[in-house]
């Protein structure tokens, strides 16, 4: 009853106005958000999750709330999209309204994403990629996330080198990390020649450099790599076209929505780099798979990033051809054992 009479406070007038000011508006929508933050111990974040979701629209509307607020309702939002997947404290329905709620917002404009958004964002996927081991469920989950994010928050960008060029942004800014810069790639696949050298089936062939590396600095460039190759592989991954039937045809055509719709068709250095990279860590993490006896956890992270790859080699597209160009260069060069096997 009194969520009812709550939901009344938010009826808009013909003018798109409401009946509370926008200082009440920023207190109760700060305090429904609190459950949000602990879903865990607080039942009430079916209630408060859904209630937020529904007046979203309306709060951006006509100054109905203060910008401020709203930038961290979003960012709560997000946040949540990233970090939950459904569970007995959260429906699917519930997590679905959530989700849905904050692209919306980004696809109508509501919110718009500045300098100061965007870092916003791209530190809650940093610090959710550095927290405790995650299952590949949960990753993928975060990456169908941000590619949501790329797209809904371009997608009304109209001059099309524009949106491009923010696309890029975008996705520079959410997949920059520390977890996988170039030289704990490098550590990590010298860590896994080395293990296979101590097991008698390659020899190096150089002199190994930093070549000792811990589980605990392992785990977290695999699951920062799985998230950056998962958003990359939803963007730029290309359906092949559905074989129909004569008969299904004139239904095909009324109903059909186009799969690749929002597929990216032109990919900056940074995107091809950034594949380049992950395909180099997911072949080292079959090696070391191989030559260690590794968690089950670790050993799924391992296997769900070996397949996603694959599958991405496995595609027809332009993309495709220009990453394996690269790998054939980079083999040809024959500066380590990983290089090589790529092209198997």
């Known amino acids: 009853e009194k969520l009812n009479l709550l939901h009344k406070c938010f009826f808009q007038t013909d003018s798109g106005d409401i009946l509370i000011n926008a200082a009440t508006v920023d207190k109760i929508l700060l305090a429904m958000c609190g459950p949000l933050e602990q879903p865990l111990t607080n039942d009430m974040v079916e209630v408060c999750g859904s209630f937020i979701a529904q007046i979203m629209p309306v709060i951006c509307g006509n100054d109905n709330s203060s910008l401020d607020v709203r930038q961290q309702i979003f960012l709560k939002l997000y946040k949540f999209s990233l970090e939950h997947r459904p569970e007995d404290y959260l429906s699917e329905d519930t997590l679905w309204e959530i989700t ?26 940093e610090d959710l990629a550095n927290a405790s081991e995650l299952k590949a469920d949960n990753l993928d989950g975060m990456a169908e996330a941000m590619a949501k ?13 524009k949106r491009l060029a923010h696309v890029d942004e975008t996705i520079l ?12 790639v490098i550590k990590f696949e010298n ?47 290309q359906f092949p076209p559905p074989q129909v039937t004569d008969e299904a045809d004139d239904e095909l055509t009324e109903d059909y929505c186009d799969p690749n719709a929002d597929v990216l068709k032109k990919w900056s250095e940074f995107l091809i780099s950034e594949l380049l990279q992950c395909i180099r860590v997911a ?11 590794l968690e089950s956890s670790a050993e799924e992270l391992v296997l769900f990033l070996s397949e996603k790859v694959h599958s991405f080699m496995g595609n ?19 500066s380590s054992v990983i290089d090589c096997r790529l092209l198997g």
């Open 100 to 125: 849905t709620c904050w692209q919306d917002a980004l696809s109508s404009k509501d919110i718009q994403i500045d300098d100061g958004m965007l870092k916003s964002c791209a530190k809650i996927v």
């Open 149 to 161: 994010f790329v797209i809904c928050s371009t997608e009304n960008i109209e001059d099309e080198d």
């Open 316 to 334: 027809s597209s332009e993309l495709v051809g220009i990453v394996k160009q690269q790998l054939e260069l980079a083999a040809a060069q024959q």
């Open 191 to 237: 860590h896994c020649v080395f293990l296979e050298a101590l097991e008698g089936s390659v020899s190096a062939g150089v002199a190994f450099e930093s070549s000792a590396m811990e589980k605990e600095e392992i785990v977290p460039l695999l699951q920062r790599t799985t998230i950056n190759f998962s958003t990359l592989y939803k963007l730029v991954y």
């Open 173 to 184: 800014a959410l997949l920059t990390s520390p977890l996988t810069s170039s030289e704990k």
């Open 283 to 293: 072949g080292a993490a079959e090696s070391w798979m191989e030559v260690s006896e």
